[in-house]
């Protein structure tokens, strides 16, 4: 694999504003999913952003990240944490 481009870790990025906002606007759950469910589509959603902050370039080593601004991402990881702890 090729390290990832400007263009292509700005919309990782961006996508994981969906992760963000699915954990902040879903303080409960849906009427068609149970308890269980709910707290597994949270969970996925946190593991997600989890996942993403580790990248790491070619070198397994370096971070992607440069300058990009975290702190949505991590408040909806603490967030989504409370949700199925």
Known sequence: MSERTA???AAIFTAAGDSV??????TSKHDDETEA???T???NNVKHLEIIKNYKKED???SIWTTENFTA????IVTGKKVYS
């Open 21 to 26: 906002s699915l954990i902040n606007s879903q």
């Open 7 to 9: 263009d292509e870790i």
């Open 60 to 62: 397994d080593t370096t």
């Open 41 to 43: 589509r949270i969970e």
């Open 37 to 39: 469910e709910w707290k």
């Open 73 to 76: 991402i991590d408040a909806a």
